[in-house]
């Protein structure tokens, strides 16, 4: 009896045991192959791919920064331009003139026209012109004023040209004291009759800038300042003039509200050399049409300029009752308070 319970002891006791090793086994090895999918195989599947997205992350960052700069150049980005503008403060403004500049709207390209009506021929719309002008001077016309973001009409005439004036984008006199006393003749006459730097604009406006820089006058139209000013960088660029630190500053703080601007395209100022090899390549294929003889007549300045200089007319009637109207500058008695548009014609 004895020995019976000691052998079931023993069966019980190897069963336990048994059950203690195979027992437990079956229950963690079917839990982990039933979890193995979500576990196991599903952390293998997450995890392994995990520092991919985070590498693709980066390499589509880097894409991006690269797809954001690209299109623009860096040349190109007014901000990045800016910064590359020596500052330095203004020059005394001693020995400045406009006529340090040349003539005003001088015909820099010989293209029969002056600067101004170049100019307005460009930026207005619905435009007229003056009769026997070879569509020259421009009569009347609509434009569309940046500054002020307002339409404006534009008729020529003693007291309505002036609506519509030629702004300097950077200043004769700003540009004077600013780098331009460094620059040649011709390229500060190139300077002052330089597209690039010239708008048609509402004239109280162009009155209330003055010869003030980015720190002191910014247009009304806040959404024409970004390219105000980065058309002022354009243009210090190109005729290696500085800003000061106040310019700096005020420019950059525009630029902040759009960090892609870019500086305007430029398309240069013709030489007189490549303006009259224009000339000559227009006027071949047509010579029936003798384009070059009306220019003398759009210039009648020099002519009469060898005449007494020292007439004097007291105002526009007076001109036109000696049957002087209109004066070209240069002509004798011309001077410019007769000529209030400053077009460089008076009493038309």
């Known amino acids: 009896m004895a020995s019976t319970w000691r052998t079931l002891t023993a069966s019980l006791s190897a069963g336990a045991l048994l059950l203690t090793v195979f027992g437990c086994s079956p229950v963690d090895s079917t839990s982990s192959s039933s979890a193995q999918p979500s576990t196991t195989s599903s952390p293998s ?3 392994t791919p995990e ?14 920064d690269m797809i954001g700069q690209a299109p623009e150049g860096a040349q190109d980005n007014a901000l990045t331009v800016l910064n590359t503008l020596a500052v330095k403060g203004r020059a005394p403004k001693t020995g400045y003139s406009r006529d340090q500049f040349g003539a005003a709207w001088a015909d820099v390209d010989h293209n029969g ?5 170049d100019i307005l021929n460009r930026d207005l719309t619905d435009k007229t012109y003056k009769a026997n002008t070879h569509d020259c001077v421009v009569a009347s016309g609509v434009l569309q004023d940046p500054y002020t973001g307002t339409r404006i009409d534009f008729v020529r ?24 006393q460094q620059l040649t003749e011709d390229e500060r006459r ?14 109280p406006s162009n009155q209330r800038k003055s010869d003030g820089d980015a720190a002191t006058w910014l247009p009304a139209n806040t959404g024409f300042r970004c390219e105000y000013v980065a058309r002022q960088i354009g243009v210090k660029q190109k005729y290696r003039l500085w800003v000061t630190q106040a310019e700096h500053d005020a420019m950059a703080n525009v630029l902040a509200t759009c960090p ?16 009259e090899q224009q000339q000559a390549q227009t006027v071949e294929p047509q010579p ?14 020099p002519q ?8 004097y007319y007291k105002n526009c009637a007076a001109v036109r009752a000696a049957g002087k109207a209109p004066l070209y500058q240069g002509q004798p008695g011309y001077s410019s308070k007769l000529d209030r548009d400053g077009d460089g014609i008076a009493c038309e």
């Open 45 to 47: 599947a997450t995890t």
């Open 51 to 64: 520092p991919e997205p985070s590498q693709t992350a980066e390499e589509q960052q880097s894409t991006a």
């Open 113 to 117: 026209c002056d600067t101004r009506n």
């Open 157 to 180: 005439g003693q007291d309505t040209s002036t609506a519509v004036q030629i702004d300097h984008v950077v200043a004769l006199s700003d540009a004077w004291q600013k780098g331009a």
């Open 190 to 203: 190139n300077l002052a009759n330089d597209p690039y730097n010239l708008l048609a604009v509402d004239g």
């Open 260 to 275: 892609a601007q870019t500086i305007p395209a430029d398309g240069g100022v013709i030489t007189p050399v490549q303006a």
């Open 288 to 301: 029936t049409q003798e384009v070059p003889a009306p220019q003398p007549t759009q210039e009648p300045a």
């Open 304 to 311: 009469p300029a060898q005449q007494d200089t020292n007439v």
